[in-house]
């Protein structure tokens, strides 16, 4: 098993805006698997973005079906994502293997569709709600270079320490 070295806040490489995929090819779905690898060891472990080890392609990967009694897809492999509706805002607490002493609270769309290529490469389209949907909305804001803490309601209450990361 890979398990890939996570970047942290403040890594300046972080902040970097990641290129689509031109190809999946087998060095593609060969990091996928790695990227895989790396989120399910991690702690929290309900999403990853390929950025976070210092892959600057357009690839996240959600799983949030470890959550009890919500609407959700299972495991899913976004390539070259695109939000195209967001409806509904929420505010919700976030955490990030790359920020990890800490947790935020993050306004974000309730639910949005978004389309994007699965590993064979087909274009595919997902709507998805409430907590699914804030994991893809934190993975993709990775894809641009952008950390919940980019987004906290308020620098000053709105963000807190964490004990130990479970
Ligand atoms: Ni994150």
Redesign the pocket.
Known sequence: MAVLPILTYPDATLKQVSHEVEQIDDTVLSFITELEETMRNGPGGV???AP?VGHFERIVIVDVSSKPKIEQHGRLVLINPEISRWDGMKVGR??????PDFTGNVIRAERIALSYLDEQGESQELEASGYEARAIQ??L??LDGL??LDRLVSRRNDLFKRKTYK
Do not use: K, P, R, Y
């Open positions: 999403g990853i973005a976070q976030e955490g990030c293997m790359s920020v934190h993975e804001d990775h950390l919940f």
